[in-house]
């Protein structure tokens, strides 16, 4: 265990809360993908319940989802398989005891999830199971074709409007969480339409979501900056494993246009990864071909096209039956033909993109954090699922198992605190930036020193350029949702690029050219970071 102390001042906004607006409830719910969504619903059923969403309910990693969930819903196939698939993907870093509490909880959040009517695909009356890369049989229930993420999003979303237990607050950027003396008790917000607000909750749960936008190339949508990670570091919470971003090998690359996500269920239906010489090279790297791991197939991706000095590598789905690719696949081909690509003649253009950030707030196996009566699920969250590198198909289903958790959770809510607390910040001397340069280029330097291959030297000077950043725009004072992104973007991305420095070998989806190998005897642990560690 390491622990870095990485200072910044412990709120982003000059607070008052005898001079501001006020909310209670019971349980605030901090995100609107399927973690907290579910964690709301779960929640409901000991008290009242505020769901805060960033943007709209249609804007997260959930929603844009293409895969499915994994779980063992078929003949032939057991726990086991799925347990062990997760921890060999998790590259010696899984908690077991959380892996199986989640592998053994999927059957019944899909099950929970159809009687609420979700519309999971069937074959013959019976759930459509497809494969994806790291598991050893077809077990991903999948729904609306590619559109699982949508299906499951708005299925959820659903059963929360109907609770009259449950209030969504959309457009609310939740700024910090409130704490005194190590317990939280709440959150500061912004509406543009009633300013600043302080939320009292008896109990907290953070489920916003992701970090993809931390780099350049990314499949996740503009709010996933990392925002609650930050919020929890600055709140005194430990956080873990902030090295491992999985990278997805394939994202559609057409210049000029932004990262649309190329799930991996179609590999798994028997697409081909080919050079733009139509050759197959997934082979030459892994006996798995398509279907390894994906941090195998992105660093394969990332050499071919090093190698063959090209942009991007192809899918190669000409082989597919058409209508049958049109039936399972809709999103994807209707993605294709907004590009003039037909898939029948034309090869796709892919190329990896940040995707899914592994590490995030270290919580036990009840969802709790380092912080009382804050839990954390879903992508901000680090439980011990995942260790070095997420098993394709188990990130939904996470959220689903430990929103239920948290949700449990609130019920053991005490007596809420509520106090007048003042954090004054002075004025700063120091050069205004302009905090979209700043945003822009820190994405870019993720990209290019932070991303699919990693090294010493390049991540000191990350660290070094994010610092000189930081000096400039961590003392301001600002009023815009961007600008508050920018300063957690700016701390998150210095916790990454220390704790990918910390790490001197290569595990999951943390690759360093200098320390090739994994290591064990050296690194064989979690990589904590918190405010004001020794």
């Not at 729904?143 to 609310?172: P, W, Y």
């Not at 011990?384 to 996470?398: D, K, Q």
């Amino acid at each position: 265990m390491i622990r870095t102390a990485i200072e910044t001042r412990r709120y982003l906004a000059r607070m008052d809360t005898g001079v501001m607006g006020h909310l209670y409830t019971d349980c605030l719910v901090i995100g609107g993908g399927v973690a907290g969504l579910r964690a709301g619903l779960e929640a409901a059923q000991s008290g009242a319940v505020l769901v805060l969403v960033k943007d709209r309910l249609t804007e997260s990693n959930t929603y844009y989802a293409q895969g499915g969930i994994a779980a063992i819903l078929g003949e032939g196939d057991d726990f086991e398989g799925h347990i062990e698939d997760t921890l060999n993907t998790g590259c010696g870093l899984c908690d077991r005891e959380v892996v199986e509490q989640v592998v053994r909880g999927a059957p019944g959040e899909i099950e929970l999830l159809r009687r609420w009517g979700a519309p999971f695909d069937l074959e013959g009356g019976r759930l459509a199971l497809g494969r994806e890369g790291g598991h050893g049989r077809a077990r991903i229930a999948h729904a609306l074709g590619d559109a699982t993420g949508r299906a499951v999003s708005e299925c959820l979303a659903e059963q929360v409007r109907r609770h009259a237990g449950i209030k969504v607050f959309e457009e609310c950027y939740c700024i910090d969480l409130v704490t005194e003396e190590g317990v939280c008790l709440g959150a500061l917000t912004y509406h543009p339409k009633y300013g600043f607000q302080c939320i009292w909750s008896r109990r907290t749960i953070l489920a916003s979501g992701g970090a993809g936008r931390l780099w350049r190339e990314t499949t996740n949508p503009a709010g996933a900056t990392a925002d609650g990670v930050a919020m929890a570091y600055r709140a005194g919470a430990v956080l873990a494993d902030l090295e491992f971003m999985q990278f997805h090998p394939t994202t559609l690359y057409v210049a000029g246009a932004e990262r649309k996500l190329i799930t991996e269920a179609l590999r798994g239906a028997g697409a081909y990864l080919v050079d733009g010489k139509g050759n197959r090279f997934m082979p030459e790297y892994h006996e798995q071909g398509e279907l390894a791991p994906r941090d195998v197939v992105s660093r394969a991706i990332f050499d071919h096209m090093a190698r063959t000095e090209s942009t991007n590598v192809y899918l190669d789905v000409r082989h597919l039956d058409k209508s049958h690719f049109e039936k399972r696949f809709p999103t994807i081909n209707a993605l294709c033909q907004s590009f003039d690509i037909d898939v029948s003649e034309d090869l796709i253009p892919v190329r990896p993109s940040a995707h899914y950030m592994v590490g995030g707030v270290k919580t036990d196996a009840a969802g709790r954090t380092t912080i009382e009566h804050l839990s954390c699920c879903g992508e901000a969250a680090a439980t011990g699922l995942h260790g070095g590198n997420r098993l394709a198909s188990n990130s939904l289903l996470e959220g689903l198992v430990f929103g239920r958790i948290c949700g449990a959770q609130a019920a053991n809510h005490g007596e809420p605190e509520r106090r007048r607390i003042v954090y004054e910040i002075p004025e700063s001397q120091r050069t205004t930036l302009d905090i979209p340069d700043v945003t822009n280029s820190l994405r870019s330097v993720m990209w290019r020193n932070v991303g699919i291959v990693r090294s010493g030297e390049r991540l000191e000077e990350t660290v070094e350029i994010i610092d000189f950043w930081r000096r400039y725009v961590m003392d301001k004072v600002f009023d815009e949702p961007g600008d508050w992104e920018c300063q957690n973007m700016l701390t998150v991305c210095k916790l990454i690029a220390q704790s990918a420095l910390t790490r001197q070998e290569s595990r999951g989806v943390h690759y360093r050219g200098d320390f090739t190998e994994r290591d064990d005897d050296r690194f064989g642990y979690h990589i904590e970071v918190r405010r004001g560690g020794d």
